[in-house]
DNA sequence: GCATGGTGGATACTGTAACTATCGGATAGC
DNA sequence: GCTATCCGATAGTTACAGTATCCACCATGC
């Protein structure tokens, strides 16, 4: 398999797969005999349906890409720490933090949650930045309103993260399960984001429109 | 109050805040006299605050941010649309959806749960596409595996909804909710993930390692 | 055995987004 | 009156994500 057919395969142009092999987010095929004919095989197309998942539907950035590949390819980085480096590349906010009062506020409520629901969580996680981060921001904007939320969304994602975990879990191997849950954690932000959409919607009709005719 | 102060306050550089300016983002200051001297008042503090909430903690693009402030602004658009029009803007995709029997299988597990929780969403909502979308992509690049989260994902954006909704009823006034439901669902989602990282390690912790010692 | 066209690798260019810097004229406050 | 600041417009900058071009080289069908 050449290029051409790779490209015509994964439904990508030739240059941006050169693009991809110059940036270091795809191997380079083999190259056979010598010098430029190279081939690629069946885990270059499944690489590169993976990058365009993470970049056009993630919404990841190519060097986010490129750090969460590399993760995914090095057998000695522990899954969660994976998936911490997901965070920072997603949220690309954490530049010049200021350490106000609404920040301050923020801390005290992500550790007093993490500690009401018996979280082992090492302190310095970057989600936990992560999250302090948006708090803060959300008080900036919103004043003390929105934290009400925080207990609802913590039950919630707990079981969210048990149903990811059951099933990265049933993958017995250790590459496709990093996979597995690389895909999920990134892909699953906006599944989650779609559906809290929906709900919203559902909610919001449900209470505030007179209830459908019964159909039982 | 001139831009200088207003930069001062905000935190927001005089240049980007003409920039503002000119993208319609941020109304003018009132011409008090003639020409060239406008004052800015406390309602541009908050509107640069929460400008510079969404683009930079929410990820929002400059023109995603219009396009929601002018919802936010116009008493005619109602809650739900408004917060349907950041489905599209977050989630930058949709643009030229394959057709194939990836996206066929999602259309139908996506109404499915719809049907299963008798969810009541328009047909056509851009949250229903989205969540599609994102589907569709979990099936190609991971195939049946990741599906089986929807079910749990459904369940808990409920719980999300419906804090969410308590939390937006509660503001009396139009323009503040609007407001509020804007910021709860573009930071909302963020904090969502973040805590989903969160959960994810320690129901990880938990499941793969030994219990700490107890501290009762 | 040789023309044709695809290949690898390098380099240069394009387009968009989000600012940032400069400029010309006007005006405020001393 | 003088200087600092302001407004508004225009032009320039940086980063990102590709595209496009070039060139020497293989490989294969005739």
Redesign the pocket.
């Known amino acids: 398999m ?4 790779l ?1 015509t395969v994964a439904g ?12 270091g987010l795809l191997p ?2 083999e ?10 095989g069946q885990a270059h197309v499944r690489r590169l349906t993976l ?1 365009r998942s993470l ?2 539907v993630g919404g ?5 890409v490129r750090k969460v590949l590399a993760a995914i390819d090095d057998p000695d980085v522990p899954l969660h720490e994976m998936l911490g480096a997901t965070v920072g590349t997603v949220t690309p906010g954490a530049g010049a933090t200021e350490h106000d009062e609404y920040r301050a506020q923020a801390v005290a409520e992500i550790g007093r949650v993490v500690d009401a629901r018996g979280w082992r969580v090492s302190a310095d996680a970057p989600a936990r930045d992560a999250a302090v981060d948006v708090l803060a921001a959300m008080h900036r904007v919103g004043g003390e309103r929105l934290a009400t939320v925080l207990d609802a969304y913590v039950r919630a994602v707990e079981l969210v993260a048990e149903a990811d975990l059951d099933t990265v879990s049933a993958v017995p191997d250790r590459d496709v399960r990093a996979e597995t849950a690389l895909v999920g954690t990134v892909l699953g932000d906006h599944l989650l984001a779609a559906l809290r959409r929906l709900a919203q919607e559902h909610v919001s009709a449900t209470r505030f429109t007179p209830p459908p005719p019964e159909t039982p």
């Not at 190259?31 to 690629?40: C, D, F, P």
């Not at 990841?60 to 986010?64: E, F, H």
Request: aromatic share 8%; charged share 20%; net charge positive.
């Open positions: 050449r290029v051409s057919d490209s990508v142009p030739v240059a941006t797969i050169k693009y991809y092999l110059r940036e380079r095929g190259t056979t005999t010598s010098a430029n004919q190279a081939s690629y990058i970049v056009d990841l950035s190519i060097s986010a």
